[in-house]
C-alpha cells in the first residue's frame, strides 16, 4: 500500500510558476510510476504528466509540453511537478497517482493509489 500526500498548491497569476509536491509513504517507491492528473469542476480528471519508476522516461499531456515538467527523487520518496507559465485554464485540483507497472500509462484505471489532491488556481 502506498499513501500518497500533495502539497504546493496556491493561487498564482497568470504567467507564473508553481511546483508541487507528492510524498509517498512506504520503501518501494522507486516501484511505482508517477503520474499527475488534474480535475477542473464539472469536467472528467485528465492526465496531466507522468514518470517512469527511474525517472528516465516521461510523459506529457500536449497542453502542458514545455511548461510543466515532472521530477522524481527516489530517495526522497518525491515526486514533482514543475508548473511555469501558468494560464487560467490550468486551473484545478491536482493529484498525483501511482501505477505499479513498468509503463507510463495515461489512463486513469493504471494507477492504484492517490492523493487527496491539492488546489491550483491561476488568475488572469
Known amino acids: 500500500q502506498v499513501q500518497l500526500v500533495e502539497s504546493g498548491g496556491g493561487l498564482v497569476q497568470a504567467g507564473g510558476s508553481l511546483r508541487l509536491s507528492c510524498a509517498a509513504s512506504g520503501r518501494t517507491f522507486n516501484s511505482y510510476t508517477m503520474g499527475w492528473f488534474r480535475q477542473a469542476p464539472g469536467l472528467e480528471r485528465e492526465f496531466v504528466g507522468a514518470?517512469?519508476?527511474?525517472?528516465?522516461?516521461?510523459r506529457y499531456v500536449d497542453s502542458v509540453k514545455g511548461r510543466f515538467t515532472i521530477s522524481r527523487d527516489n530517495a526522497k520518496n518525491t515526486v514533482y511537478l514543475q508548473m511555469n507559465s501558468l494560464k487560467p485554464e490550468d486551473t484545478a485540483v491536482y493529484y498525483c497517482?501511482?501505477?505499479?507497472?513498468?509503463?507510463?500509462?495515461?489512463?486513469?484505471?493504471?494507477?492504484?493509489?492517490w492523493g487527496q489532491g491539492t488546489q491550483v488556481t491561476v488568475s488572469s
Open positions: 497517482a501511482a501505477d505499479p507497472s513498468h509503463y507510463v500509462h495515461i489512463a486513469t484505471t493504471y494507477y492504484d493509489y
Open positions: 514518470i517512469s519508476r527511474s525517472g528516465g522516461s516521461t
